[in-house]
């Protein structure tokens, strides 16, 4: 279920804000109210709105002031005017310094309502707009390939832990598939029709890292001649998932770790700290605990995001994957057509090399051997040197027997016992699968 909304009423007549909290509080919409431009300042400061209703005449400021303060500090907050004067052109002026709309005094209620109700939308569209420029939500997400005990031990880790709001840390090689258990692990959880929000640490310039991350205010510094959110602002009420956090400067390790704990964050150049409701997912492919002792990475920021670690093995570590691996990469990558067929002495190439850029080296052999296939079967010829130099060196390590009962019995699971659709993947007849099936004891 979504959070509610929160709308702040700022109005120094006290029997409109009451009528506002007690008429207009609903499941989907909270009310808070304040009389004064101090105290909406200091409620501003410690909660998060989403619209606002504010009066043009305050006992102790103006509303445009506040109006433009508000703005400030959040690009995505829509503020709805209130006149009860005549005096539209303050009202016009509002409009002009972003203000959603403005309504008189008097007015009725349910008509209010609407207002606020269509502001809320907007400020949802502008989010959802702002987040898929982030987001990796539009991107058909990668799926966990295989049925090594070590591909269900991470499924099981995967379910558990999902439906939680605790950080987690991925850990294995480069190439191994962490941004695959991390899409997973956001796809189930409760916040998987929020953004997910990927940024390598590696890629941050150091000096621009912490604004980034949490966003800076007009003037923080040269060239800032704006103010930008950052990805803890586009990453609200979703997933932010933090690969190669080992690459992420000390400095800014410290506010990270105020975020775990608090909850709460600050722009470059703002004092007022700001709420955030974000699930934190980690990845590296360093030793953090070696990282600790050496001083490049925070005690204390390890500990917190070590509560839960998921290890993902090199493909080397669970070589019988890889059947199942080349037919999904063989499905993925043919482009509406009939997917390619890796013939027998290809696929005993494939099984016996040592795979150092793991998973991601093994779809780039498959996307290059769909390029270089004939007759939509990849031979030996469309593989790299380094794989038929390998596979020189161990034949005989694997009959090809064994490699071929090992495929079939693979793509039989891929299909889910599907013996037409095994077939058509492997490129044989269904005569032929059945005969392989009793020769190999696959029945």
Known sequence: MNSPYTVLVVDDEQSLTKLFKKELTTP?????????ARQAREMFRKTRYDVVVLDLRLPDGGGLELLVDFRHRTPDLEVIMITGHGNIDSAVEAMRLGAYDYITKPFKLDEVEIVVDRAWQRVCLQRENRSLKHSQMSVKPPMLIGESQAVREIRYLIDKVAPTDVPVLITGESGAG??????????????????LIIKNC?????????????????????????SQEGLMTFAHQGTLFLDEIGELPLEVQASLLRVLESKTYRRVGEKDERQTDIRLVFATNRNLQTEVEAGRFHEALYHRINVFKIHIPTLAERREDIPLLVQYFLNRLSAGQTPCTVVE????????????????????????????AENRLITEQALPRELLDKGDEQQGVLSLDSVERTHIKRVLQYHGGNRSLAALSLGISRKTLYRKILEYGLE
């Open 28 to 36: 989907e919409r909270t009310i808070h109210t304040a009389g004064s």
């Open 178 to 195: 962490k941004d695959v258990v991390a899409h997973g692990i956001h796809t189930s959880s409760k916040r998987a029709d929020k953004p």
């Open 202 to 226: 590696a890629t941050l310039q150091k000096e621009l890292s912490r604004s980034e991350l949490f966003g800076h205010c007009r003037g923080a510094f040269t060239g800032a001649t704006e």
């Open 345 to 372: 002495g290809a696929m005993r190439c494939l099984f016996n090399y040592s795979w150092p850029g793991n998973v991601r080296e093994l779809r780039n052999v498959i996307e290059r051997g769909i390029i270089l």
